[in-house]
């Protein structure tokens, strides 16, 4: 791949996408649009994406998932035995529903826009996940390129919903056996399609380490309706990604914890620091953490020096979701911070999360998400002057 600079700058997956494609996927699905056509939308919109990310100094780009409904819910399009299921669909099989009805009051959004991918039969992959999204981006850009992919505890978890999922799997051990096995053949597939970074997207690792169990923002909880011990959760995530990325040192694979995916409004997105994850990530072979710093204070950087050599940081110091900029200056101090700690080698620059995390609700503006973009990449010009001099 590319030779990258010191502090990559890099997106977390999605970019705002415009609202011709989302219409033009609200017909497609409804049968009114012709795949060529709904094709024509998103070569267009990922074009557009894809320049926006060149313009303003991405050196890692994305193909800003303009094809994905939202950063999961896809896989139900490429892998049969995955269902997409209106929450209103799960209402009638989940295990606590006055739980779940107070989760779904607490979303704020209709319940016919939510739709979650569950297990209903044997999972075949029926195509790549996502070689043709890379390719499509590689005619369009000579920029190494980043995919993001749901990762194996999420698919393995929030996918079970033991009415139906028991039916083809005997336990969520028994999916994940083959969930591990899906993720396997999509990373060898996209390294040798030429992607230069995989990223898993893991958000349930923040419910299981930092929601009370009656906590708000749970969809973890909402779904499973029932009490997980953390420390096993956390254990069995070790082990599933572990699975996955074994053989696979010499990609550039990530994982993307966050605290704010399933949650649109502020009120009920999750607190806590990533201290409690720490010892977990150590434990994983996975080279990049991709991590929200923007709203953390910078001391607790600190941490991260425990992460094993080798292991990189992207960090996030922008919040995608507010009109406000941060200055550059305290972009250049966070990153700084860390970049002594852990040294500059290991540090890429990215937002907290993506752009559009949810349904059809972009978090910014596609003016924002640019704006925010150059102050990445200005701060990321004036760490690479100081750190050549130091
Ligand atoms: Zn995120």
Known sequence: MN????FPVTVVGSLPRPPSLIEAMG????????PAELETHVQAAVEAAI????????DVVSDGEQARPDFYSFIAERVDGVKLLSLQDLAGHVEDRPFFERFLADLEVPLS????????????RRDSLAVSELRRAQRLTDRPIKVALPGPYMLTRSAWVQALSSRPYQDQEDLGRDVVALLRQELEDLGEAGCAFVQFDEPMLADVAFAEPE?????????????????SELAFAVDLINRVVDGFEDMRTGLHVCRGHCAPQDKIRLRGSYHRLLPYFCGMK?????????????DHLEALARLPAGREIGLGVLNPRTAEM????????????????????RVF???????????????????????KLRVLALAAARLRRSFADS
């Not at 017909?27 to 012709?34: F, Y």
């Not at 320049?51 to 991405?58: A, S």
């Not at 923002?217 to 997980?228: D, I, K, P």
């Not at 200055?327 to 970049?339: D, G, H, Q």
């Open 215 to 231: 906590a708000r923002g749970n969809m973890l909880r909402a779904v499973l309706s029932r009490q997980l011990d953390p420390d």
């Open 349 to 371: 620059l990215n937002p907290d999360c993506g752009f559009e995390a949810f349904a059809n609700r972009p978090v910014n503006t596609t003016t924002g998400a640019a704006a």
């Open 113 to 124: 826009s939510v739709r979650l991918p569950v297990v209903v039969a044997p999972l075949r």
């Open 286 to 298: 996975i080279r990049q953490f991709v991590l929200e710093y923007a709203s953390e204070h910078e």
């Open 326 to 345: 941060e200055p550059v200056e305290t972009v250049v101090s966070k990153t700084r911070k860390l970049a002594r700690t852990i040294g500059p080698e």
């Open 3 to 6: 030779q990258l600079p010191l």
């Open 51 to 58: 320049r926006l990310q060149e313009e303003c100094g991405v």
């Open 27 to 34: 017909r497609a699905r409804q049968g009114q649009l012709a």
